[in-house]
């Protein structure tokens, strides 16, 4: 009963919440369940969609192929977000990619169901318009920060997110696991600057590290480097 829709938790952390228990049957009754193994893709950029995924659980990395062929990692989404409904909604390509960092279980909801609910329930629109604004808002803060900020501050920052937005293990490290390559896509930066800046924050005993897990060992000396203190 779990995996309905209707009786789903991690419906309460997207717009999913705002709708009515017969619109949520209907998605229910025709959504597919799947399981992404870690390092598999759910959908590649310039991909037409033909639904969106609600992440039940495990983590993924958006990501976005500049013009020289590098990656930059725009988002990670996690349990309770929904993927692609803004290629769906514009009608559009994808123009970012979507590669599980740990094994996933997601719900595919057919393209049909989401529309339907966009044209009838005006609850739902808001809710996904909230949504999309608040990834915009987002954006803009990475250009920002790209623009204006130094490596040290933007892997600092990035460390900061991750420990806020996602569980501990019971070691107290950061629970989703970034390569280093990974998190100089996020930072916007070479691997070997993330890494020397990594090395240096351990060093300094900001963080302690255990393979590709981070710690979080001095959060002031952490928030002073954001703040270019």
């Not at 992440?55 to 996690?78: D, P």
């Not at 966009?118 to 954006?139: G, P, R, Y």
């Not at 420990?163 to 490290?173: A, L, S, W």
């Not at 979080?216 to 703040?227: M, P």
């Amino acid at each position: 009963m779990g995996n309905r829709c209707e009786n789903c938790i991690v419906r309460q952390l997207n717009s999913l919440k705002v709708l009515k228990k017969e619109e949520l049957k209907a998605i229910s009754d025709h959504k597919v369940t799947r399981s992404i193994k870690k390092g598999e893709s759910l959908f590649s950029e310039g991909e037409k969609l033909n639904g969106i995924f609600c992440v039940r659980s495990g983590v993924s990395k958006l990501s976005k192929i500049s013009e020289n062929g590098k990656g930059q990692i725009v988002k990670i989404a996690s349990k309770g977000e929904m993927i692609g409904q803004r290629s769906i909604i514009s009608e559009e390509q994808t123009n970012l990619s979507a590669v599980a960092l740990d094994d996933m279980e997601v719900c595919f909801i057919p393209k049909n169901h989401l529309i339907d609910n966009i044209s009838k329930n005006v609850e739902f629109t808001k809710a996904l318009l909230k949504h999309m604004a608040n990834d915009l808002k987002f954006a803009d803060t990475v250009i920002v920060n790209m623009a204006q900020k130094t490596v040290k501050q933007r892997v600092a920052e990035t460390i900061s997110y991750l420990d806020d937005n996602f569980e501990k293990d019971k070691d107290g490290y950061i629970g989703v696991i970034l390569t280093r390559e990974d998190i100089a896509n996020v930072v916007g930066t070479a691997k070997e600057a993330c890494i020397r800046t990594l090395t240096s924050l351990k060093k300094d005993k900001i963080i302690s590290t255990q393979g590709k897990r981070i710690k979080i060992e001095d959060e002031k000396a952490l928030y002073n480097i954001i703040q270019g203190i």
